[in-house]
């Protein structure tokens, strides 16, 4: 087998074109989070020796429970980015308000917003968790960070990326040339070094065509219409108007769903629903779909709320939600066409009879 790029060789090769500082910058940037990754990898992978299952005894930022393993991997993350002297601050699912660098609040020049645990519910049940992070400029550098230093929208991001815990450690990147996609090399980080990631595919691409969709069913009776006229064509299968059998999966994971499509395709949607009107949707812009939407566009998918790109939304918060619907281009288009015809998702007749993905009534 040919001899694979570290994490380090492969970004110097894709970050060819940026001027040297600015390389440097963003690869010991992206290390430091590497290298907490990888250390949230080895606690993940212990299972229940680590001692890192169960409840926290405290909640975060939005006052949902904390598990151990977010709290500890919140630690991680902010020890390894305190680290790193282009940091100047960061701001985690797991906290209110962002947090300064101890030594580079001043110097550093990047911002970077992450979830250290995502899909912690799966944690006790050995399903796939992943951390999802993305760095953005601090550019009022020389100044200290304020939450409004934050409120930069996707298409402003330097980096995204996501790093699955899974059978294999997976770390997804981009910086804004195409998509990398890094394995940790689990054998090495003996004697204190760090441990390796090696370049294992490059140019990843997301099929524009898919057969498969990705939604938490059981919050049916809150959605939209344009997103209860999509599924249910898509249930519908051969004998509705997509005319082809569509297949389902839903792991509660965002990294694990993103993934998937990354390898496959597919659409992954977490839709604005009326379950609680003042939350427009369940997952975070600045930690989960701005990040997200950058490595689906830029692996040729397409990530939107509904009526707009995901990446062209300006935050108002740091916490704040939005609805999720990404994926392959062609169906995205689609899902997009249906909520921008307020007429075209009313009736479609057949699909009242069916059982699961029942039409409410208008
Ligand atoms: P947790 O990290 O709290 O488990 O949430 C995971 C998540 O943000 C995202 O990764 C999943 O797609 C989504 O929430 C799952 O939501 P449901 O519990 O409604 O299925």
Same mark, same amino acid.
Request: with cysteine; net charge negative; hydrophobic share 40%.
């Given at each position: 087998m040919?001899?694979m790029?570290t994490? !380090?060789?492969?970004l110097?090769q894709n970050?060819s074109?940026?001027?040297p500082?600015?390389a440097t910058a963003?690869?010991d940037?992206?290390?430091a989070i590497?290298?907490a990754c990888a250390r949230i ?6 299972? =229940?020796?680590?001692g890192? #299952?169960g409840l926290a005894?405290?909640?975060?930022s939005q006052?949902e429970?904390q598990?151990k ?7 991680? =993350?902010s #020890? ?5 002297? #282009?940091v100047a601050? &960061?701001a985690?699912?797991e *906290?209110e308000c962002h947090?300064l660098?101890?030594?580079h609040?001043? +110097? ?5 917003v992450?979830?250290p645990?995502d899909?912690?519910s799966n944690?006790e049940?050995?399903?796939?968790i ?5 760095v953005?400029p601090h550019?009022y550098?020389?100044m ?6 934050y409120?930069q929208?996707?298409?402003?991001q ?12 997976? =770390?997804?990147?981009?910086?804004r040339?195409?998509?990398l996609?890094f ?6 980080g003996?004697h204190g070094?760090? =441990?390796r990631w090696?370049l294992t595919? !490059?140019a990843?691409?997301i099929p524009?065509h898919? +057969? ?7 919050n049916q009776r809150?959605w939209? +219409?344009?997103v ?5 064509e898509c249930v ?6 997509r005319m082809?059998d569509?297949n389902?999966? &839903? ?5 694990? !769903?993103v *993934?998937?499509?990354?390898?496959r ?5 977490y839709?604005?629903?009326?379950? !609680?009107?003042r939350?427009?949707?369940r997952?975070?812009l600045?930690?989960e779909?701005a990040?997200m939407?950058m490595?689906?566009e ?5 990530a939107v709320n ?5 990446l062209?939304?300006?935050p108002d918060?740091? #916490?704040?939600?939005?609805p999720?619907?990404l994926?392959s ?7 997009v066409?249906? *909520?921008?015809?307020?007429h075209?998702?009313?009736?479609w007749q057949?699909? +009242?009879?069916r059982s699961?993905f029942?039409?409410?009534q208008?």
């Amino acid at each position: 087998m040919h001899e694979m790029l570290t994490l !380090e060789q492969a970004l110097a090769q894709n970050l060819s074109d940026a001027a040297p500082e600015v390389a440097t910058a963003l690869i010991d940037t992206i290390g430091a989070i590497a290298q907490a990754c990888a250390r949230i990898s080895d606690l993940a992978g212990q299972g =229940m020796l680590a001692g890192a #299952h169960g409840l926290a005894d405290s909640a975060n930022s939005q006052g949902e429970a904390q598990k151990k393993l977010d709290v500890l991997s919140d630690e991680l =993350m902010s #020890h390894h980015l305190d680290g790193c002297r #282009h940091v100047a601050g &960061w701001a985690s699912e797991e *906290h209110e308000c962002h947090l300064l660098s101890k030594q580079h609040a001043r +110097k550093g020049r990047y911002l970077v917003v992450y979830d250290p645990l995502d899909g912690s519910s799966n944690i006790e049940a050995n399903i796939s968790i992943g951390t999802i992070f993305s760095v953005l400029p601090h550019v009022y550098s020389g100044m200290l960070p304020t939450d409004s230093s934050y409120m930069q929208p996707g298409h402003e991001q330097l980096v995204a990326g996501y790093v699955l815990y899974g059978p294999a450690t997976i =770390m997804v990147l981009s910086c804004r040339r195409g998509v990398l996609m890094f394995t940790l090399d689990k054998r090495s980080g003996a004697h204190g070094e760090p =441990m390796r990631w090696l370049l294992t595919q !490059e140019a990843v691409q997301i099929p524009a065509h898919t +057969k498969e969709f990705a939604i938490n069913a059981s919050n049916q009776r809150f959605w939209e +219409k344009p997103v209860q006229r999509y599924i249910a064509e898509c249930v519908a299968g051969e004998n509705g108007p997509r005319m082809k059998d569509f297949n389902m999966r &839903w792991v509660a994971s965002m990294v694990a !769903e993103v *993934h998937r499509i990354m390898t496959r395709g597919g659409v992954f949607m977490y839709p604005r629903d009326t379950r !609680e009107p003042r939350k427009p949707g369940r997952l975070r812009l600045m930690y989960e779909a701005a990040p997200m939407a950058m490595l689906v566009e830029q692996a040729g998918g397409r990530a939107v709320n509904g009526t707009s790109e995901l990446l062209d939304l300006i935050p108002d918060t740091l #916490h704040q939600r939005v609805p999720v619907i990404l994926g392959s281009r062609e169906e995205i288009d689609r899902i997009v066409s249906y *909520h921008a015809d307020p007429h075209e998702n009313v009736s479609w007749q057949l699909f +009242k009879t069916r059982s699961l993905f029942v039409q409410p009534q208008a």
